[in-house]
T-cell receptor, first 113, second 108 residues
């Protein structure tokens, strides 16, 4: 069966510090991968998605970036965090043969102070 | 662009039936998802409708009318554990757009 991991679960970072969140998927190959952010009381905002290694599509211009160095690894990064980057970050995957059904990881709760 | 409209909050009694409506305007529509999200947790997949009509899955059913841009999620025999947010999400090629969700509170 497929599983998706995210870490860390919780993170408190000062403004201006860098960020690296990691997501890995097990039990499948060539998945589509997604990064979402959910601010308090808000909906899920799609940040990035990837259909293959090195292929990243950005949905919202911001100070975040994403990379996919391996087939089942998706990384969300920032060089300098802003207060507005606080939120619940969710990684999701979908099978390449059924692209839309997405399954979410447990999420990382980020608080920027 | 995508526009999704669903009620912000609903309250229902344990054992009752509740219907959560969703209307959407979207481009490149392939089907509509419903997800459940408990407070502080990640969303979990509930249903996916591609064709018009009602699909039943246990206590949960989901309906879609593509021509009307309308869907609903029907929850029967409500249990306290059904208290959660329910996200309506029209899906297109490679991407799904999530609404802000309906927060359902089940009371005894």
């Amino acid at each position: 069966s497929q599983t998706i991991h995210q870490w860390p679960a919780t993170l408190v970072q000062p403004v201006g510090s860098p960020l690296s969140l990691e997501c890995t998927v097990e039990g499948t190959s060539n998945p589509n991968l997604y990064w979402y952010r959910q601010a308090a009381g808000r909906g899920l905002q799609l940040l990035f998605y990837s259909v293959g290694i090195g292929q990243i599509s950005s949905e919202v211009p911001q100070n975040l970036s994403a990379s996919r160095p391996q087939d089942r690894q998706f990384i969300l990064s920032s060089k300098k965090l802003l207060l507005s980057d606080s939120g619940f970050y969710l990684c999701a995957w979908s099978p390449s043969t059924r692209r839309e059904t997405q399954y979410f990881g447990p999420g990382t709760r980020l608080l920027v102070l | 662009g995508q526009n999704i409209d669903q009620p912000t909050e609903m309250t229902a009694t344990e054992g009752a039936i509740v219907q959560i409506n969703c209307t959407y305007q979207t481009s490149g529509f392939n089907g509509l998802f419903w997800y459940q999200q408990h407070a502080g947790e990640a969303p979990t997949f509930l249903s996916y409708n591609v064709l018009d009509g009602l699909e039943e899955k246990g206590r949960f059913s989901s309906f879609l009318s593509r021509s009307k841009g309308y869907s609903y999620l029907l929850l029967k025999e409500l249990q306290m554990k059904d208290s959660a947010s329910y996200l309506c999400a029209p899906g297109g090629y490679q991407k799904v757009t999530f609404g802000t969700g309906t927060k359902l509170q089940v009371i005894p």
